[in-house]
């Protein structure tokens, strides 16, 4: 029904930039919240909410990334983007988007992205 196609993991090295993206498409009436979560490699991690905007652009963070990301959205294309500024290998995450909202018959919709794999080496 609905479906989210991220873009802009990668390989990058301690303090520097990444800037992930997320498209949503499918049968979309409207879309409220979307966001970033993320879990790190290794064994029992859970996934965190990194960053969450809703329709009317309030913005939560996680603690630990609230003064280097910066999350945004074009409601016009149901589009989020994460900038990831000053990366620290503890970045290093499977990021995935999520969304959620009305469908075009007045279900709800909660869907996920496939995530997209950011490596910050030291």
């Known amino acids: 029904q609905v479906q989210l196609v991220e873009s802009g993991g990668g390989l990058v090295q301690s303090g520097e930039s990444l800037k992930l993206s997320c498209v949503a498409s499918g049968s979309i009436f409207s879309v409220a919240d979307m966001g970033w979560y993320r879990r790190a490699p290794g064994p029992g991690s859970q996934r965190e909410l990194v960053a969450q905007i809703n329709s009317g652009r309030t913005a939560h963070y996680l603690e630990s990334v609230k003064d280097r990301f910066i999350i945004s959205r074009d409601s016009a294309r149901d589009t989020v983007t994460l900038q990831m500024n000053s990366l620290k290998p503890n970045d290093t995450a499977v990021y995935y988007c999520?969304?959620?909202?009305?469908?075009?018959?007045?279900?709800?919709?909660?869907?996920w992205g496939q995530g997209t794999q950011v490596v910050v080496s030291s």
């Open positions: 999520y969304a959620n909202g009305l469908l075009v018959d007045t279900t709800n919709f909660d869907s």
